[in-house]
């Protein structure tokens, strides 16, 4: 009588981890798909008049692991990218500093705006994305907004016009004193000294609302080291109880492709290169069982 015949069917969890310590990094549970292929090359013989083969031996074999994360755990960030990743946290919301873009007079601690902060009081209407500030006079200020994905925390607001403008009337800017961007719960305080910037002068900055996690990831890092890992590769368990479970000894990702499709949430596909493993004497094990009992 045959045997049943053994099966892979879908995909339960990819679970990465030290090779040193062989502790675990992170688990990827959200998947689209995982496919550790080994494709080998025949190397074949031909000459003379003969349209067919001599002979033929194997020749490289390429063997590669394709991910379809379809989740961005930051353990992720720092495997394909490279050390690039910082959690905190922003209970009470928080703004970058200015950094100044056309001319230096706008973010200036004398002469022109020394900080932009969040307002107390006013934190939850802090709304995420990025911000570009304008001088329109010596003393007054236009803000501009680049995206209304969180204008409706807080006080609603919208863009003023195409331009992207976020204030209605330009700001007034006096030293020392702080003016409120209103309805983002965030002021612009002036500096020391007497104001005097310069007509079409920028400066950008951040702002994020409170949060429990903010993840900031600086993409293509100079020196960003690309870890060697080792991975685990869960298949769904079947009907009947059967498990596979991949021991993949040494890999190394690079590469991180972000998709964003209308009402689709994002699916990467990523490609790392499996490679040898002196001290186990392979690239991989397999395991399967199919338990006496299936639960």
């Known amino acids: 009588m045959l045997s049943q015949p053994r099966t892979i069917y879908g995909i339960h969890s990819v679970t990465f981890y030290d090779r040193g310590t062989l502790l675990p990094i992170g688990m990827l549970r959200v998947l689209g798909g995982s496919t550790l ?3 080998g090359e025949l190397v074949e013989l031909k000459g003379g008049s003969n349209s067919y083969t001599w002979a033929t ?54 002469t022109g705006i020394a900080s932009v902060s969040v307002k107390a009081g006013a934190e939850a209407s802090v709304k995420f994305g990025a911000y570009v500030v304008r001088a329109v006079s010596a003393t007054t200020v236009d803000v501009y907004g680049v995206t209304n994905v969180d204008f409706d925390r807080g006080t609603d ?29 965030v002021e612009l305080t002036g500096g020391s000294g007497t104001i005097a910037m310069i007509t079409d002068d920028t400066a950008s900055y951040t702002s994020d609302p409170p949060s429990s996690l903010m993840t900031s990831i600086k993409i293509g890092k100079t020196g960003a080291c690309l870890p060697e890992v080792g991975a ?11 498990m596979w479970l991949f021991d993949v000894y040494r890999a190394i990702f690079s590469g991180f492709p972000f998709g964003m499709e209308e009402k689709a949430f994002n699916e990467a596909e990523i490609t790392g290169k499996i490679l040898f493993d002196s001290a186990k004497n392979g690239i991989m094990e397999a395991r399967y069982i199919k338990p006496n009992t299936a639960c």
């Open 37 to 39: 292929n080994l494709a």
């Open 57 to 110: 031996e194997k020749g490289n074999t390429t063997a590669e692991m394709s991910l379809k994360p379809k989740e961005l755990p930051s353990f992720l960030f720092n495997l394909l990218l490279g050390d690039v990743a910082v959690d905190t946290a922003s209970d009470p919301g928080s703004v970058t500093a200015l950094i100044n873009g056309t001319g230096v007079s706008l973010f200036n601690a004398t």
């Open 157 to 185: 607001k919208s863009f003023e016009n195409d331009a992207l403008k976020i204030t209605a009337t330009p700001l007034t800017i006096t030293s020392g004193a702080a003016v409120e961007v209103p309805g983002f719960g």
């Open 232 to 242: 685990f590769v869960t298949a769904q368990k079947q009907s009947d109880g059967s």
